[in-house]
């Protein structure tokens, strides 16, 4: 699963890099972070996460303070979180995950982007089978870590898989032991960029054709401003 993911995640981040709006999307998620538990990243783990990913894509710190005095602002949207789900073309699988202050907005943009790509939009829930939520955690490998003394010591928190590869570590379990993990790794002083992803259970190959048919759609999801993150079944 390591290194599959680490595949999908050098494709997602091949169109990360087209796009304009990744610190406004990151924004977002901190602003988000600090209305709901706290503008103190001590006392706020979401926060302290979401701070953790902006500076690991080099989101500059006026930013970052930006979004958090945003949250205390009277004037701050209320973001909703919600998810769609939809095939793309030659069937691919896609789980999108918004955070809008307009629903119906988010809803008519993610469902035109599938039919314009001559796929379809699909009731909620009807793909959450087809893929597995975890716990995702990367970092720079320290020369001195020993990679097999820290997965005994993370079994406990919730560890299911670790993986390394090109000297970063990738460290995988349920989604449920986010805290769990993130904790551990907060107490061994170690800095990590740590998300929540959907892995597919079971991928499917596509050709480079198709795949670069499937990647317009994917980038015009991900440049909107209301996609947070978007998973496929792509092996």
Same mark, same amino acid.
């Given at each position: 699963?390591g290194?599959?993911?680490?595949?999908?995640?050098?494709?997602?981040? #091949?169109?990360?890099?087209?796009?304009?709006?990744?610190? &406004? +999307? *990151?924004?977002? $998620? =901190?602003?988000? !972070?600090? #209305?709901?538990?706290?503008?103190?990243?001590?006392?706020? &783990? +979401? *926060?302290?996460? $979401? =701070?953790?990913? !902006?500076?690991?894509?080099?989101?500059?710190?006026?930013?970052?303070?930006?979004?958090?005095?945003? $949250?205390?602002?009277?004037?701050?949207?209320?973001?909703?979180?919600?998810?769609?789900?939809?095939?793309?073309?030659?069937?691919?699988?896609?789980?999108?995950e918004?955070?809008?202050?307009?629903?119906?907005?988010?809803t008519?943009?993610?469902?035109?982007?599938?039919?314009?790509?001559?796929?379809?939009?699909?009731?909620?829930?009807?793909?959450e089978?087809?893929?597995?939520?975890?716990?995702?955690?990367?970092?720079?490998?320290?020369?001195?870590?020993?990679?097999?003394?820290?997965?005994?010591?993370?079994i406990?928190?919730?560890?299911?898989?670790?993986?390394?590869?090109?000297?970063?570590?990738?460290?995988?379990?349920?989604?449920?032991?986010?805290?769990?993990?993130?904790?551990?790794?907060?107490?061994?002083?170690?800095?990590?960029?740590?998300?929540?992803?959907?892995?597919?259970?079971?991928?499917?190959?596509?050709?480079?054709?198709?795949?670069?048919?499937?990647?317009?759609?994917?980038?015009?999801?991900?440049?909107d401003?209301?996609?947070?993150q978007?998973?496929?079944?792509?092996?």
């Open positions: 699963m290194r599959a993911f680490e595949y999908r995640k050098a494709a997602k981040m #091949k169109r990360w890099d087209k796009m304009s709006r990744i610190f &406004p +999307k *990151l924004g977002r $998620a =901190i602003t988000v !972070a600090a #209305k709901e538990g706290g503008a103190d990243p001590e006392m706020n &783990p +979401k *926060l302290r996460l $979401a =701070i953790q990913n !902006a500076k690991a894509q080099n989101m500059p710190k006026d930013n970052i303070d930006n979004a958090i005095k945003r $949250a205390a602002g009277k004037d701050s949207a209320n973001y909703t979180e919600m998810n769609m789900e939809g095939k793309g073309p030659y069937g691919v699988l896609v789980f999108v918004c955070m809008t202050d307009n629903v119906t907005r988010t008519a943009n993610v469902k035109s982007y599938f039919n314009k790509a001559g796929g379809a939009q699909s009731p909620n829930g009807s793909l089978f087809m893929f597995s939520r975890k716990t995702v955690i990367e970092f720079e490998k320290p020369e001195s870590l020993d990679v097999e003394e820290l997965e005994l010591e993370l406990d928190a919730g560890l299911e898989e670790i993986d390394v590869h090109e000297n970063t570590v990738y460290v995988y379990g349920d989604y449920t032991n986010f805290g769990n993990l993130t904790s551990a790794f907060e107490e061994k002083g170690i800095e990590v960029k740590a998300t929540l992803q959907r892995i597919p259970t079971t991928p499917v190959e596509f050709t480079e054709e198709q795949l670069e048919e499937i990647e317009k759609m994917l980038d015009k999801m991900e440049d401003d209301d996609v947070q978007v998973f496929t079944n792509i092996a």
